[in-house]
């Protein structure tokens, strides 16, 4: 039986397939996927052979969707992506990149919240020439000749934009072969839902708005999805860390969380307990009961970080509890 969210009672970790075809592109997303802002830096520094160890351990463990973005680590992440894919046979992975920023250099300029990022701008541009000049240089920065999935990025106040000019190249590119799948990637629902009911994209990566701390998607998003069989990419699992470990100092949204946010998680933290089950293993899971989702992104840094992702994957959760926290 479905809950108000949406989601069922299944005690099985995903009510999404093993993997999921997306309609007539020839693209197949694995349950699992890994996120690649970590290991370009995201908070803390990575050193460049642990973040090329995560991505070979996602690969070894049959984690073969990963999803990468010029804006994190100002290409560092598709950088470090590219060099541990070097030798690696192109056709057991799937890999989706993002288009709307230009990576500018410029000595001094604040990186924001990646440590390892060169000194750089990261700079909207949702035009047709800066959408090519984007995909070029994320081509470039990988290594590789092809994409399999182009995601417009963060256009939230470049929405005309971005569905009068980015997305009609995304729809050529995809009409030529040059890539197999588009979409959209933001962290709200309103924009993404547009995107979904006004334009043809095969697939959405909604971050952070599906997780136990925030259901705005499965109010209207997800349901359209379902409606027009779009296919789900949940990101922000763990809400930058605090459905992780809701400690003192845990982020939420990428900032420092609320007295309130704090407490609501350990509160989450705590009902888990009881049943025997970690918060990070619900949250990883939760996600996936939804029918709309194929995929979730585990956001590891190191290889310990990822092995833990893949473990909470595989704990069983018992029914009661998926209520509880429904409740």
Same mark, same amino acid.
């Given at each position: 039986?479905?809950?108000?969210?949406?989601?069922?009672?299944?005690?099985?970790?995903?009510?999404?397939?093993?993997?999921?075809?997306?309609?007539?592109?020839?693209?197949?997303?694995?349950?699992?996927?890994?996120?690649?802002?970590?290991?370009?830096?995201?908070?803390?520094? =990575?050193?460049?052979?642990?973040? +090329?160890? @995560?991505? /070979?351990?996602?690969? %070894?463990?049959? *984690?073969?969707?990963?999803?990468? #973005?010029?804006?994190?680590?100002?290409?560092?992440?598709?950088?470090?992506?590219?060099?541990?894919?070097?030798?690696?046979?192109?056709?057991?992975?799937?890999?989706?990149?993002?288009?709307?920023?230009?990576?500018?250099?410029?000595?001094?300029?604040?990186?924001?919240?990646?440590?390892?990022?060169?000194?750089?701008?990261?700079?909207?541009?949702?035009?047709?020439?800066?959408?090519?000049?984007?995909?070029?240089?994320?081509?470039?920065?990988?290594?590789?000749?092809?994409?399999?999935?182009?995601?417009?990025?963060?256009?939230?106040?470049?929405?005309?934009?971005?569905?009068?000019?980015?997305?009609?190249?995304?729809?050529?590119?995809?009409?030529?072969?040059?890539?197999?799948?588009?979409? =959209?990637?933001?962290?709200?629902? +309103?924009? @993404?839902? /547009?995107?979904?009911? %006004?334009?043809? *994209?095969?697939?959405?990566?909604? #971050?952070?708005?599906?997780?136990?701390?925030?259901?705005?998607?499965?109010?209207?998003?997800?349901?359209?999805?379902?409606?027009?069989?779009?296919?789900?990419?949940?990101?922000?699992?763990?809400?930058?860390?605090?459905?992780?470990?809701?400690?003192?100092?845990?982020?939420?949204?990428?900032?420092?969380?609320?007295?309130?946010?704090?407490?609501?998680?350990?509160?989450?933290?705590?009902?888990?307990?009881?049943?025997?089950?970690?918060?990070?293993?619900?949250?990883?899971?939760?996600?996936?009961?939804?029918?709309?989702?194929?995929?979730?992104?585990?956001?590891?840094?190191?290889?310990?970080?990822?092995?833990?992702?893949?473990?909470?994957?595989?704990?069983?959760?018992?029914?009661?509890?998926?209520?509880?926290?429904?409740?």
């Amino acid at each position: 039986m479905a809950s108000k969210s949406g989601v069922s009672s299944s005690t099985s970790i995903p009510s999404a397939p093993a993997r999921r075809r997306l309609r007539g592109t020839g693209v197949t997303l694995p349950t699992v996927g890994l996120g690649t802002a970590g290991i370009a830096g995201m908070y803390t520094s =990575v050193a460049e052979q642990e973040a +090329r160890a @995560v991505v /070979r351990r996602a690969l %070894e463990a049959g *984690v073969a969707y990963l999803d990468t #973005a010029p804006q994190y680590g100002h290409g560092t992440a598709e950088r470090r992506v590219g060099a541990a894919l070097a030798g690696v046979e192109r056709d057991t992975f799937t890999i989706s990149t993002k288009v709307g920023r230009l990576i500018v250099p410029r000595p001094g300029a604040d990186t924001g919240i990646f440590a390892d990022a060169p000194p750089s701008d990261a700079v909207f541009d949702f035009s047709r020439s800066g959408i090519l000049r984007s995909l070029e240089a994320s081509l470039e920065r990988l290594g590789l000749d092809h994409v399999d999935v182009v995601l417009i990025h963060d256009p939230d106040e470049h929405e005309d934009q971005a569905l009068g000019e980015a997305y009609p190249v995304l729809d050529e590119l995809r009409a030529e072969g040059v890539v197999r799948a588009i979409g =959209v990637g933001m962290n709200q629902t +309103r924009v @993404v839902e /547009r995107f979904v009911r %006004e334009t043809d *994209v095969d697939l959405v990566l909604v #971050a952070g708005r599906f997780t136990l701390l925030d259901r705005e998607a499965a109010c209207s998003l997800l349901p359209a999805c379902l409606e027009r069989d779009v296919a789900v990419v949940v990101g922000g699992v763990f809400n930058s860390g605090i459905l992780a470990d809701p400690t003192p100092g845990a982020r939420y949204g990428y900032v420092s969380a609320s007295r309130e946010t704090l407490d609501r998680a350990k509160a989450l933290a705590a009902t888990c307990e009881r049943h025997g089950v970690s918060l990070r293993a619900a949250a990883l899971q939760f996600p996936l009961r939804h029918p709309a989702v194929a995929s979730v992104l585990a956001g590891a840094r190191s290889v310990r970080e990822l092995d833990d992702c893949l473990t909470q994957l595989a704990c069983p959760i018992p029914a009661e509890l998926w209520a509880e926290l429904e409740a």
